[in-house]
């Protein structure tokens, strides 16, 4: 099974809305990074939670790790076509190396203008 | 700052012929990773280097794959030879600080498609 469980696995949203996408651990989260990946293109870095009840915000953009540390969620405020693209969330798991990221399958997120 | 540079960035070949993948990190970088990404999944890890020292190797199919990082810099991903199954996403990476964290910086990749 899956170690990191995205949801949902795409959405479409008109430009404006507000959207949440969720990463769920089946281990403790040591490190939890989000990453947006567009077609053809690498994974650019977005932001990396380490502590429980963590949030951290860039733009529009909101992500939170719960006290748990086994779930995080990332936030978009007024969507713009311009965070269309796949959302991945990677971690950092208990029982392995600590340099080693573990990644979702990704959440494809369109937003129509 | 120059970002993670891999080449080339497409390539097609026939099953059974050879493959091979260049990476070059952010310079002073000195952890360096490969990926594979299939369709709709997630990256996963084949191969993690630190320096020229292939530290974790379990993930990559040894009967098939090879990979080096002869001066602890650039590094080649081979492929000999490509199966049908190999057709992916290949994904370079470095590790390194920026704003007071560490995290892993992406290269474009190399689509392959094994025909």
């Known amino acids: 099974s899956q170690e990191l469980e995205q949801s949902p696995q795409s959405l479409i949203v008109q430009e404006g809305k507000n959207l949440t996408i969720n990463c769920t651990s089946s281990?403790?989260?040591?490190?939890l990074y989000w990453y947006k990946q567009k077609y053809g293109e690498g994974l650019i870095f977005l932001m990396m939670?380490?502590?429980?009840?963590e949030e951290k915000s860039h733009e529009k953009i909101t992500a939170k790790l719960d006290e748990k540390k086994q779930q995080s969620s990332l936030h978009i405020t007024a969507s713009q076509p311009s965070h269309a693209g796949i959302y991945l969330c990677g971690a950092t798991l208990s029982g392995a190396g600590s340099y080693q990221l573990t990644f979702g399958k990704g959440t494809k997120l369109s937003v129509i203008p | 700052e120059a970002g993670v540079v891999q080449s080339p960035r497409y390539k097609i070949i026939e099953k059974k012929q050879p493959v091979a993948f260049w990476c070059n990190p952010i310079s002073g970088h000195n952890t360096l990773y490969w990926y594979r990404q299939n369709l709709g999944q997630g990256p996963e890890l084949l191969i993690r280097?630190?320096?020229?020292?292939?530290?974790?190797d379990s993930q990559l199919p040894k009967d098939r794959f090879s990979a080096e990082r002869l001066k602890g810099v650039d590094s080649t991903l081979k492929i000999q030879p490509a199966e049908l199954g190999d057709s992916a996403v290949y994904l370079c990476?470095?590790?390194?600080?920026?704003?007071?964290?560490?995290?892993?910086?992406f290269g474009p990749g190399t689509r392959l498609l094994v025909l």
């Open positions: 281990k403790t989260l040591y490190g």
């Open positions: 939670l380490q502590k429980g009840g």
């Open positions: 280097y630190e320096n020229e020292e292939a530290v974790d």
């Open positions: 990476a470095s590790k390194g600080w920026r704003g007071g964290e560490e995290t892993q910086y």
